[in-house]
């Protein structure tokens, strides 16, 4: 094990790195959890498919053109859903929403075999964050510091809208009590959809920036579904600190337990995740309710 401070600068970005992505895909999930009470397993299927969407269109448009493209098709496919199946789901119960939902990765997954198959895709890093910049004595990738500084971005974005707006009183109001919100005058329903929709994007969003530097595969909306719902849990339910917190200790903890305790690495995300269910069932930050 090294010693060196640059070795550790390394593996502190990575961490940063690996965090920042699992925000941007959990931060949607765990408001719509929060908002909706929908349990939506399907939610790592949005972030492939936004993945797919920015590598196809890459080839046409360049990165640029994937990456705003992408969050758009992934937002109109979450429309579509909520007006066709969500909607009517959303007062099913827990156990409706999960069987639901984990059939919809297994068709979303064979859907995407149909349209690009089994081969992986990828898409080239843009020329503006290609090579790597000098930073704490390390050598690092600038697209992979252009990913912590985008979910930084997207953090401040979201603080600034659920903190210091109306939208954002209206959407908290709503995740504490929807039904005192709807009594107030608040289109519950229409809020429902919009930040549904907004969540979708947002996992399009992590799809496509995840795209250049992960294998593009039909089953990665799987490979990530984990993952994403250990933060959520960890963090706590409804809560934009519970998905920083919960991005944050994921991403360290699979990082550095990689380098510290290569042997154990593979269960000690699931032995904090035990504790913290043990310890605080609601999580370490949850939305107050």
Same mark, same amino acid.
């Given at each position: 094990?090294? *010693?060196? +401070? ?14 920042? $992505?699992?925000?941007?895909?959990? #931060?949607?999930?765990?408001?719509? /959890?929060?908002?909706?009470?929908? %349990?939506?397993? &399907?939610?790592?299927? +949005?972030?492939? /498919?936004?993945? !797919?969407? &920015? ?12 990456? #705003?493209? &992408? ?10 859903? !909520? ?18 939902? /984990?059939?919809?990765? /297994?068709?979303?997954?064979?859907? *995407? ?11 080239? =890093?843009?020329? *503006? ?10 050598? !690092?990738?600038? !697209? ?30 709503? %995740? ?21 929709? @907004? ?5 399009? +969003? ?7 530097? $992960?294998? =593009? ?35 360290? %903890?699979?990082?550095?337990?990689? @380098?510290?305790?290569? *042997?154990?690495?593979? #269960? ?5 995740? &035990? ?15």
């Amino acid at each position: 094990m090294s *010693t060196d +401070l640059g070795f550790w600068v390394l593996q502190m970005l990575n961490a940063l790195q690996l965090s920042m $992505l699992l925000f941007l895909l959990s #931060v949607g999930l765990t408001v719509i /959890f929060g908002l909706m009470h929908f %349990v939506n397993l &399907a939610h790592g299927s +949005l972030y492939a /498919f936004g993945a !797919y969407v &920015a590598a196809s269109l890459s080839g046409a448009f360049g990165y640029w053109g994937g990456f #705003v493209l &992408a969050p758009l098709a992934v937002a109109a496919l979450g429309a579509v859903l !909520y007006f066709t199946l969500i909607r009517s789901m959303r007062r099913a119960g827990p156990m409706a929403q999960v069987l639901v939902t /984990f059939g919809l990765i /297994f068709v979303a997954v064979d859907a *995407t075999r149909l349209i690009w198959g089994d081969l992986p895709m990828g898409s080239a =890093v843009p020329k *503006t964050f290609e090579g790597q910049l000098a930073l704490l004595g390390v050598q !690092y990738p600038i !697209y992979r510091l252009f990913i912590i500084g985008l979910g930084l971005t997207v953090l401040a974005a979201l603080t600034l809208v659920l903190s210091r707006t109306q939208i954002g009183a209206m959407i908290r109001a709503g %995740v504490d009590n929807d039904q005192m919100a709807a009594c107030l005058g608040i289109n519950v329903e229409r809020m429902f959809m919009s930040v549904f929709v @907004v969540g979708c994007a947002l996992a399009g +969003l992590a799809g496509a920036v995840a795209a250049p530097v $992960l294998s =593009v595969t039909p089953d990665m909306g799987l490979q990530i579904l984990i993952p994403t719902l250990i933060v959520i849990v960890i963090g706590g339910l409804g809560s934009l600190k519970g998905a920083v917190a919960g991005s944050l200790i994921f991403g360290f %903890v699979q990082t550095f337990g990689a @380098v510290l305790l290569p *042997t154990l690495n593979s #269960v000690l995300i699931y032995a904090l995740l &035990a504790a913290v269910l043990v310890i605080r069932p609601e999580g370490l930050l949850p939305a107050k309710g």
